[in-house]
């Protein structure tokens, strides 16, 4: 306590000499432009009136005696010591990576809905709009990056990641979430100047453990998906053949069609051809008939000529056979009295002579039969002609 004491009363001692001093050399005016001489030399020394800025900057003046800003484009710009201060702010695309937040085992690791840590590599790529800094010029920090990229961007990843679960995280909802997030920190930094160009999620870290089941999960599902696929492109082989013979139906379908609407037109055209060709076949048939007619008339008439000349004919011949057979019957008439008067003749001579038939006889079988002729008396004769007298 005596220690503070004496410190305190050493502190007051140095200031009351340093006051005394200073009364002492601002007493008189040549000492006071002395003293600002000093002071400006010294500012000039330690900070430059010229300063310049590099391309790929843009930089704000700032006046702390007005608290105006302006903004210097670049090149050298002029700053008067102790009233003026320039802020530098880069135009090129910048990038932020949260290192802390990377592994499920860092300092700050992100959680999920289920509760688990897990960390999440985030690559945001940034810029300053150069058409809004000089608005925005009053507002903007010295470091960009880490008094307002850092906390926006952890808390839109904080509070983005926290509403989905680890497997979404780590598979299906990862592009969802990465939209997301992206939309979110181009609308919180707009108003700051910040356009936020693209965000990327890289490798999300999970612990040991819950990787590993999570591994197995995957696979599981991966099978699962495998034996799925196979179905769908057995189905989808089913479906192809159900559709090509379908294709091969209606091919044939069209086929017929086609061989149907050929035949429908080949009928057509024999249709119209039959039309053309018909009056030619009236015409020939009405020829046929009146060529049949004639000769049918000519068959009439030949038959008639043939009738009437057989008329004719078997009247000449009836004529000629009635002359025959009336020479026939005069013949005979006169054969037969000739034939009469003979066999008069000859029945007298056989009266009177009684071996003439016995000599006919032997005259028709003198060819066959020696005959001999005996007298009635002898006794050949009596021996041929015995049997017959009794």
């Not at 600002?36 to 010229?50: D, I, R, T």
């Not at 702390?64 to 320039?86: A, C, D, K």
């Not at 119209?272 to 020939?284: G, I, N, S």
Request: glycine letters at 6%; hydrophobic letters at 45%; one cysteine or more.
């Amino acid at each position: 306590m005596e220690r503070f004491r004496r410190a305190g009363a050493f502190v007051r001692t140095a200031a009351s000499s340093v006051l005394l001093v200073a009364v002492e050399v601002f007493a008189v005016p040549w000492r006071r432009v002395a003293v600002c001489a000093v002071l400006l030399g010294a500012g000039c020394a330690l900070k430059p009136q010229l300063e310049s800025v590099s391309p790929g900057e843009v930089g704000v003046r700032v006046n702390h005696l007005t608290g105006g800003t302006s903004v210097v484009r670049e090149g050298p710009t002029l700053l008067v010591p102790f009233v003026h201060s320039l802020r530098r702010y880069a135009l090129r695309d910048q990038v932020y990576r949260p290192q802390r937040s990377a592994k499920a085992g860092g300092e700050a690791p992100f959680q999920s809905v289920e509760g688990l840590s897990l960390g999440v590599e985030v690559t945001v790529r940034y810029a300053l709009d150069p058409d809004r800094i000089a608005a925005i010029a009053r507002r903007l920090p010295q470091d960009v990056g880490r008094d307002l990229i850092e906390p926006v961007v952890d808390g839109v990843l904080y509070r983005s990641l926290s509403g989905y679960t680890v497997r979404e995280i780590f598979t299906s909802k990862r592009v969802e979430l990465q939209k997301k997030v992206e939309d979110e920190l181009r609308a919180a930094l707009a108003p700051d100047g910040v356009i936020v160009r693209a965000l990327f999620l890289g490798n999300v870290d999970l612990p040991h453990e819950y990787r590993r089941g999570l591994e197995g999960m995957l696979a599981e599902e991966l099978q699962t998906e495998k034996v799925r696929f196979t179905l769908e492109l057995k189905e989808k082989a089913v479906e192809e053949a159900r559709l090509d013979a379908e294709a091969r139906k209606v091919a044939r379908g069209k086929a017929a069609e086609a061989a149907a609407l050929e035949e429908v037109i080949a009928a057509k055209g024999k249709a119209d051809a039959m039309r053309h060709v018909l009056p030619f076949k009236r015409k020939e048939i009405e020829q046929r008939r009146l060529e049949a007619e004639a000769r049918k008339v000519a068959r009439t008439k030949d038959a008639e000529g043939e009738a009437e000349a057989r008329k004719i004919e078997s009247a000449a011949e009836a004529d000629a056979r009635r002359k025959l057979a009336d020479a026939d019957a005069y013949r005979l008439e006169v054969t037969g009295k000739a034939d009469s008067d003979k066999l008069a003749r000859d029945s007298q001579l056989i009266a009177q002579n009684p071996l003439l038939i016995q000599k006919a006889m032997a005259d028709k079988l003198s060819d066959k039969v020696q005959v001999i002729v005996a007298p009635e008396g002898s006794m050949l004769g009596e021996t041929l002609l015995g049997a017959r007298r009794k």
